[in-house]
């Protein structure tokens, strides 16, 4: 069985991409119905893109494995395949929501696609840690990144571990990254990468914490634990908590009075909180941090309490 694919945008000049035994494969306008999505700016690879404000398009025909599996991560609903998590780990790594088209569903033809279609706002760094891993074609010198099918095949392998699924409590924390990545204001997607946090704390520490420990411990203890538990950082002094308190006084004044505090580096600091739950994220599921943002440089710039400039 082959079914249509939404917003999915292969690497340039790569033909098909397959994962866990579901083929991929470019619509034959792929050009035209991959321009149709939002371009944020204009660029030249295996085609000229455009900036453009953008749509949902479907650019990909995926086919079905027979038998197909059931998925492994914790979906709301009990029915779902392991195509549902193939699509959330294409969707945070490429960007955009990726999805399939439900209207081929009898019960579902009259529905209107409620997803957002614009490029997510966070997540490169994610992108920019799978390996790039080149694939001759012809004619040369073209080839394509092979290695972005190599390295989301690795990690769905891992994530189906049971060691994996039992550690990190069936992956529940990608559910709430795809959420926090997505193009919202500034303020959501620092609160939202808060409760990323919030949550791997609890799940790496329920063995020995109860939960009302967890409730009541505070937060600058808890962001401390998972930056030394993910080689963020070694240890921690004066300063360096003092910067971490200074975070959480910055997530307690937004959600108490729903605004940043009126300081010029807060957003700065906000920035960086993101790029460390991507790179703590990218840990988790066996990558080596891409540091394109230069996040651990900008990481001991805040602990000792140097300004951005």
């Not at 069985?1 to 579901?22: A, Q």
């Not at 000229?48 to 990909?60: C, D, F, L, M, V």
């Not at 909180?273 to 394109?292: C, D, H, Q, Y």
Request: proline share 5%.
């Amino acid at each position: 069985m082959t079914r249509p694919i939404y917003n999915l945008e292969f690497p340039s000049w790569c033909p098909e991409l397959t994962i866990f035994g579901y083929r991929f494969t470019r619509v034959e306008n792929y050009k035209e119905q991959v321009l149709r999505l939002q371009h944020l700016a204009s660029l030249i690879a295996e085609f000229e893109k455009r900036s453009n404000t953008g749509e949902h398009a479907i650019t990909a025909n995926v086919e079905i494995p027979e038998p197909e599996e059931q998925a492994i991560l914790e979906w709301p609903e009990n029915n779902n395949s392991a195509l549902s998590d193939v699509l959330l780990l294409l969707s945070i790594f490429t960007s955009r929501d990726v999805f399939v088209d439900a209207a081929q569903d009898e019960h579902t033809e009259d529905e209107v696609i409620l997803v957002d279609p614009r490029v997510y706002a966070w997540g490169d760094i994610l992108r920019c840690s799978i390996p790039y891993r080149k694939q001759p074609i012809e004619p040369e010198p073209f080839g394509y990144d092979i290695g972005f099918e190599e390295g989301i095949n690795q990690i769905y392998d891992l994530i189906r571990n049971d060691e994996w699924q039992r550690e990190y409590q069936h992956g529940y924390f990608l559910f709430l990254a795809r959420m926090a990545f997505r193009r919202q204001p500034l303020e959501s997607s620092f609160i939202q990468c808060w409760t990323i946090w919030e949550h791997l704390f609890a799940i790496l520490n329920r063995n020995r914490l109860s939960s009302e420990q967890i409730r009541q411990l505070s937060s600058t203890e808890k962001i401390a634990f998972l930056l030394v538990r993910f080689a963020l950082r070694g240890k921690f002094d004066p300063t360096s908590r003092t910067q971490i308190k200074s975070l959480v006084k910055v997530r307690n004044r937004l959600i108490h009075f729903g605004r940043f505090p009126e300081r010029g580096s807060v957003h700065d600091d906000a920035v960086l909180f993101i790029r460390l739950t991507e790179f703590v994220i990218a840990r988790i599921l066996g990558l080596l941090p891409s540091n394109v943002f230069n996040t651990v440089e900008r990481l001991k710039e805040f602990l000792s309490g140097i300004q951005a400039t």
